[in-house]
């Protein structure tokens, strides 16, 4: 009879680890998507919902509809210029974080094609503060949020610079950087960025 009772431990155990860790991953998965004001989640905050429906509007609203075609032969020679494009909102209040900035800004670059939606390859969330002081709140802020709900949690400083690096270990999000530097158009201000 120990014996089952210590099996039936066990998987209670494992069970108990496996539920708490998935519950873990949807946690980070949820603060990043809040980070992007939830637009990959092609559910825009309203504040941003505007910025999305006039320059990426594949991710103004929730949809399952795909496309897929298949291409005549020689087509990829003649295929249109590629261009990159920065496209950037900006906003003086995070609508899901407390975070108390000069001004923040949602920085998206861009492969653009013409006839063709643009595609995002690397977005990023800058916050200006007026001095170190307010940077460093703020991204001390960020530090407890993230490392409540990561697996890996790296933290390196320097004199003007301190870079966290979060990671929930398995998925298949790159690992999430902050970033406080010293701004290189002001003497007293400082960023903090968040990206990839």
Not at 83 to 111: D, R, S, V, Y
Not at 154 to 162: E, F, N, S
Request: hydrophobic residues 35%; proline residues 6%; aromatic residues 18%.
């Amino acid at each position: 009879m120990p014996f089952m009772n210590r099996i039936l431990a066990t998987i209670l155990i494992c069970f108990l680890f496996t539920t708490a860790s998935q519950a873990q991953g949807k946690q980070y998965d949820t603060l990043y998507h809040k980070m992007f004001f939830n637009v990959f989640l092609h559910k825009p905050d309203s504040s941003i919902l505007g910025f999305v429906q006039t320059y990426f509007p594949q991710y103004a609203e929730d949809t399952t509809r795909h496309e897929w075609s298949l291409y005549p032969p020689g087509y990829m020679d003649t295929f249109p210029p590629v261009q990159k494009t920065e496209h950037n909102f900006l906003f003086t209040k995070h609508p899901f974080f407390n975070i108390t900035c000069i001004q923040g800004k949602f920085e998206i670059l861009a492969t653009e094609v013409k006839g063709y939606l643009p595609r995002i390859e690397k977005p990023g969330i800058v916050f200006l503060f007026k001095n170190k002081t307010d940077a460093e709140k703020a991204l001390n802020y960020f530090i407890q949020k993230f490392t409540a709900v990561s697996k890996i949690k790296t933290i390196k400083r320097t004199a003007d610079r301190t870079t966290a690096t979060f990671s929930d270990g398995d998925k298949g999000y790159s690992p999430m950087v902050f970033t406080l530097y010293k701004d290189e158009l002001s003497e007293n201000r400082y960023n903090v960025r968040f990206g990839f």
